[in-house]
């Protein structure tokens, strides 16, 4: 146990923290130059191309320091603000964690959230600057930000690089030498915290642990606390670039087991494992019940293949448990699904893996966070109201309430004045304002989560040129006056493209979604009225001529391909057609509202 | 029936509608020439030998060339592709009315040009004006009479309708001027904002209203009428001919038959691949005169490709989809999915079929497109 060393690597997004990791894993000969592919540790396709770390993984690295060899367990975490969640319970299975810092961009908004969960964790601070080997980089003003935030001596950072190699080897000796042990006891009884899991299409659910106390053997009872289900322990083992089956995995240490289950859903992240045999009666502190923030709803494109669908969302959900979903009917759209998802980021990814390992075509309703409603008739009870159908009657609605966040930005001083408009626009209340270095302020603003899930982040980016960070955690639900915006296309209301939205909003966004419709409607024989409405009010209204032609003058030898082409394009568009009424709408409208300003 | 497409890729001044490629630089001509010259050399084995019936020189403007380049071109197709220009079915040339003269196209008759295409556009001035066409409608009217009396019996002119300002009833006359010149072929255009066009940038900046898509649609029906009455047959969407003047080149283009395309921008196609020269001037004149490469790409057709491309430019034509060509070109499925996909398209009366063949409706005929793509795989 004492020649154990758990740490992971907190950085903001794109510091350079999966190059570092491949580049531990290959100085210490973990995995061999033949087999190194570039970060290893992002396994999806659509994180290699995302360029993020979606779901966390773990690795172990044997180290010889001084003679001895060392068992480290890096376990990596992902890095988008959608999955802060899993980013804790990673933190919560190491003793130590390098504090990896751009040289060149400086402190970020999530290098210090994640530095403020790893504190909480009472995790050991390795701060390392990262990509020294560029020529934008600042050591002396990352050193002084470094030292400023988490009070070490400027002595302890360690200067690296890894894309060159650069202080790899100090890294390494560092872990061994400022991360202590784990504490644990093998004589109390076993308590393992799940910090990840993963499907297997053949071994089912593999579940990542990190032991406290005691050990797990292969054969075991097991039960997960939390949800109270026992399994047997049908293989443990230690996780190198593959699983390695081991006959026990000891207090302290990190490991693998397979117990045949088959649903990502009855494991939860942070939840912990005892034995059956000598149960802890208690589970690790900090489990929660991650719930989704945003929904929407997903659609097939033919309401033939709804069962098809069903089938993936179901085979998704295995490996993804954060995926929620139930059947929703909609008028306009058929039958599918009403999906919560973590963030947009995470929406983004559940319907491109739909498509890209499913073959699904679908379309994706307008998304909206979750409301509490109160009716008049029973003042609390609450209603949970996660799609614009689900609202009472304006005539029956007591009251509202809105979910709020604490969002924290970090950025140059030079944009405070861009970010306050922005977020103040945004209903957002600033409640701090922080310099955390001369150069380096932090912002901390209570808003609604409703008007930071769509566009924020990329309104954020473009008022500060790509100079600020953003982080945001969940804070209570707050009264708010919110009115349901209805859609009529020729007279027919589309509820997939209702939406809810704070009255102050309701009169111009209207107006901007029916100019965005107009723009994504395809031109039909006959004439389109698009109108938006609050109740029986007409608040905008946009029309789209007939068109009385569609055919090209020329068709000769040039422009066969061309036109072909386009044709073919076309066609493509039109497989995500739906057709409301006589209106055929593509599946980009139904998304509109994400696009209201571009 | 292969034919061989030359392009020649130089205009005096730039039409507004126009995106074809071509440069106003003249004094390069010389030098495309050689390079064409080594293309064909290049080319040579492109199409079977022996086979070539037919021969089109477009551009561009083919009539900035003198006589004397006109019969270069010509002896060197002749020597290097073992083609006999005077006994082939059908030889096109494309003028425009500013460059001609009775001499010229005699000059163009004795090199063995059979067929005259003439840009008229239109027989109004302010149209042309507003198209920022080279010549004036006095030239128009002139290049017809030359073509008649220089002996060209088979003259086809090109006509644009849709122009902003253009009243029905002056269409209407255009029609007619033309028919009373007896005019065998009559290609008719609807004047169209493509993309990297002057007419596009005027439209943006709003120099110029957005075309009025009404009036188009009802210029073209009096275009099809009004031709009809007078015996012309609409062989093709734009294309009307009276019996027996189809255009034999153009008509190959949409029945997949092989051709070779000569000059920059120039396509090829031979049964199973396309391939297009490069379309910039001094980079195809260079390549060839300096490196004897021909700069070009190349895309090999799916059975899928095929299918789309047959039935994109056959819906278009009189003859339309036809089901035993069909039958023998491609698999069974796409066939049964054909027949799956014109249901609703007769419906809305765009279609009509019989067991031979599936043509369009007249009104069919102003969503040829749309229904075009509605029948792709
Ligand atoms: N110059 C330089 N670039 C680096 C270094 N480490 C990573 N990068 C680049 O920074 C980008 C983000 O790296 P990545 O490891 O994916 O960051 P992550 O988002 O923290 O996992 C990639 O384009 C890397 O090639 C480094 O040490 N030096
Ligand atoms: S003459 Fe013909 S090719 Fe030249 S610019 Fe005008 S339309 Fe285009
Ligand atoms: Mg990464």
């Given at each position: 146990m004492k020649k154990i060393r758990n740490f992971c690597i907190i950085a903001?997004?794109?510091?350079g923290k999966s190059t570092l990791a491949d580049r531990l894993l290959e100085h210490t000969k973990t995995i061999s130059e033949r087999d190194?592919?570039?970060?290893?540790?992002?396994?999806m396709d659509l994180e290699r191309e995302k360029g993020i770390t979606i779901k966390s993984k773990a690795i172990q690295i044997t180290y010889n320091y001084k003679g001895e060899d060392y068992t480290y367990n890096l376990i990596d975490t992902p890095g988008h603000v959608d999955f802060s969640y899993e980013v804790s319970r990673a933190l919560a299975a190491?003793?130590?964690?390098?504090l990896l810092v751009d040289a060149s961009q400086g402190i970020q908004a999530q290098t210090i959230s994640n530095l403020y969960l790893a504190i909480d964790n009472d995790l050991e601070i390795i701060p390392v600057i990262n990509k020294?080997?560029?020529?934008?980089?600042m050591i002396p003003e990352v050193t002084d930000q470094i030292v400023d935030l988490?009070?070490?001596?400027?002595?302890d950072i360690i200067l690296a690089s890894g894309k060159s190699g650069i202080g790899i080897e100090d890294i390494l000796q560092a872990i061994a030498e400022r991360v202590p042990a784990p504490a644990g006891?093998?004589?109390?009884p076993t308590q393992a915290l799940i910090f990840d899991s993963v499907f297997n299409p053949f071994r089912g659910i593999i579940v990542y642990f990190r032991v406290l106390n005691g050990s797990i053997r292969k054969g075991d009872k097991v039960k997960f606390i939390n949800t109270g289900k026992e399994y047997e322990a049908d293989e443990v083992g230690s996780l190198g670039l593959g699983l390695i089956p081991r006959k026990e995995i000891l207090t302290g240490d990190v490991g693998y087991i397979i117990t045949?289950?088959?649903?990502?859903?009855?494991?939860?992240?942070g939840d912990t494992i005892t034995l059956v045999?000598?149960?802890?009666t208690e589970a690790i502190r900090g489990f929660e019940d991650v719930k989704p923030m945003v929904f929407a709803g997903i659609f097939p494109?033919?309401?033939?293949?709804f069962e098809e669908l069903r089938d993936c969302m179901e085979k998704l959900q295995l490996n993804d448990a954060s995926l929620t979903f139930e059947p929703e009917t909609s008028q306009a759209l058929g039958f599918g699904f009403r999906c919560g998802f973590l963030g947009m980021l995470h929406m983004e990814i559940i319907q491109e893996r739909l498509e890209r390992e499913f073959n699904q075509t679908v379309i994706t309703t307008v998304p909206n966070v979750s409301f509490h409603a109160y009716t008049t008739r029973e003042k609390d009870v609450k209603i949970i109201v996660n799609?614009?159908?689900e609202m009472p009657e304006p005539s029956r609605l007591d009251r509202v309430e809105e979910p709020f966040i604490r969002a924290q930005i970090i950025t140059l001083p030079d944009y405070i004045g861009n970010i306050m408009s922005l977020c103040l626009n945004k209903r957002g209340i600033l409640v701090n304002q922080n310099y955390l270095t001369p150069t380096r302020v932090e912002l901390i603003f209570e808003m609604p989560l409703a008007e930071i899930v769509f566009d924020f982040y990329d309104k954020l980016k473009s008022s500060t040129r790509g100079y600020a960070s953003f982080d945001y955690h969940p804070l209570d639900y707050r009264l708010s006056d919110i009115t349901k915006m209805d859609i009529l296309l020729n007279g027919e209301q589309v509820d997939a493209l209702s939406a809810l939205i704070h009255r102050s909003r309701a009169h111009d966004f209207g107006r901007k979604l029916c100019e965005k419709l107009k723009e994504l409607l395809p031109r039909q024989q006959f004439m389109i009225a698009i109108q938006a409405a609050i109740g029986a009010k007409i608040v905008a209204r946009e029309t789209i001529s007939a068109m009385r032609k569609d055919v090209t003058a020329k068709c000769y030898g040039g422009d066969i391909s061309r036109k072909r082409k386009l044709l073919e394009k076309q066609k493509e568009g039109k497989k995500r057609m739906r057709q409301i009424g006589s209106v055929e709408v593509p599946q980009e409208a139904f998304l509109a509202v994400l696009k209201l300003n571009d | 029936m292969p034919g061989i497409y030359i392009h020649i890729?130089?205009?005096k001044q730039r039409c507004n509608y126009c995106n074809f490629h071509f440069s106003t630089?003249?004094?390069h001509t010389a030098s495309f020439i050689d390079a064409l010259k080594v293309e064909m050399a290049l080319q040579r084995?492109?199409?079977?030998?022996?086979?070539?019936?037919t021969l089109y020189v477009g551009g561009?403007?083919?009539?900035?060339?003198t006589p004397g380049q006109v019969r270069d071109i010509f002896s060197s197709l002749e020597a290097t592709l073992e083609v006999d220009i005077r006994n082939m079915e059908e030889v096109t040339f494309e003028v425009n009315p500013?460059?001609?003269s009775e001499a010229y196209l005699r000059e163009l008759k004795d090199a063995g040009v059979k067929r005259l295409s003439i840009g008229?556009?239109?027989?109004k001035e302010a149209d042309l004006r507003f198209m920022h066409r080279a010549h004036t409608m006095e030239q128009s009217q002139y290049a017809i009479e030359a073509a008649v009396s220089s002996g060209f019996d088979n003259v086809s002119i090109d006509l644009i309708y849709?122009?902003?300002?253009?009243?029905h009833e002056e269409w209407v006359a255009h029609i007619e001027k033309a028919v009373r010149f007896g005019i065998t072929h009559i290609s008719a255009y609807a004047l169209t904002v493509e993309p990297r066009t002057l007419l596009e940038q005027q439209v943006r900046h709003q120099k110029v209203p957005p075309l009025d898509e009404e009036q188009a649609a009802v210029q073209f029906e009096l275009l099809v009428r009004t031709l009809a009455a007078h015996g012309?047959?609409?062989?093709?969407i734009s294309n009307f001919a009276l019996p027996?003047?189809?255009?034999i080149h153009n008509t190959n283009y949409w029945k997949k038959e092989w051709y070779l395309g000569l000059g920059p921008s120039a396509h090829s196609f031979n049964g199973s691949s396309r391939q297009w020269n490069i379309a910039n001037n001094a980079l195809y004149s260079g390549s060839l005169l300096q490196r004897g490469k021909l700069q070009h790409e190349t895309e090999q057709l799916t059975e899928a490709d095929n299918w789309n491309e047959y039935v994109m430019t056959g819906?278009?034509?009189?003859?339309?989809?036809?089901l035993q060509y069909m039958n023998a070109h491609f698999r069974e499925s796409f066939l049964e999915q054909l027949m799956k996909d014109i249901v609703p398209l007769q419906e809305k009366g765009w279609l009509e079929s019989t067991s031979e063949r599936i043509v369009l409706t007249l009104e069919g005929k102003l969503y040829a497109d749309r229904i075009a793509g509605m029948l792709f795989v």
């Open positions: 903001h997004i794109d510091h190194m592919q570039n970060q290893v540790l992002d396994d190491c003793e130590g964690a390098l020294v080997d560029m020529d934008g980089a988490i009070g070490c001596k400027p002595e006891s093998p004589d109390l045949g289950i088959k649903n990502a859903r009855e494991v939860k992240v045999s000598n149960p802890s494109v033919s309401s033939d293949d799609n614009p159908s | 890729p130089f205009c630089q003249l004094q084995h492109y199409l079977p030998p022996g086979s070539v019936k561009g403007t083919p009539s900035i060339l500013d460059d001609i008229i556009q239109s027989f849709g122009i902003p300002g253009l009243s012309y047959e609409q062989y093709e027996g003047h189809y255009a819906i278009r034509t009189m003859w339309g989809l036809d």
